[in-house]
């Protein structure tokens, strides 16, 4: 069976949810699973619906926090892997907030609404 998108579904592939590391060697940890980590991810398109015109594979989209379903484990042979396996997650057309046809560069994700605060006893 073949993975296929319909009406406005957008289905990508290689979501920014690991460590990050960058040309300068820094190694960032991921924010997964902390407040930290809630903030708007870049994934790749890998298939668009008919109704989606403004989007197309091969593209990375920045999507807003939490429009994007989890992601599950699909073989396809059209993945560029080993096993043609990879994670696909479905992104709402509505939380797109940019595209960009090269794969961003040392983007790091900041949630600005995070506050750090510190009890401290004298």
Not at 32 to 48: A, N
Not at 72 to 79: N, Q, S, T
Not at 89 to 94: G, T
Request: with cysteine; glycine share 8%.
């Amino acid at each position: 069976m073949r993975l296929k998108a319909i009406g406005d579904k957008i289905l990508c592939i290689n979501g920014d949810f690991g460590d990050l590391k960058t040309d300068a060697g820094l190694i960032i940890k991921s924010t997964i699973g902390t407040s930290e980590g809630i903030t708007p991810r870049w994934f790749q398109v890998f298939e668009v619906g008919p109704e989606v015109d403004w989007l197309k594979s091969g593209q990375w989209v920045y999507v807003a926090y939490g429009r994007w379903t989890e992601a599950i484990v699909l073989e396809d042979e059209r993945f560029d892997t080993e096993d043609n396996r990879t994670k696909v997650w479905s992104v709402e057309p509505d939380g797109c907030l940019a595209v960009s046809d090269e794969k961003p560069e040392e983007v790091l994700n900041f949630n600005t609404e995070t506050v750090h605060a510190q009890k401290k006893v004298y």
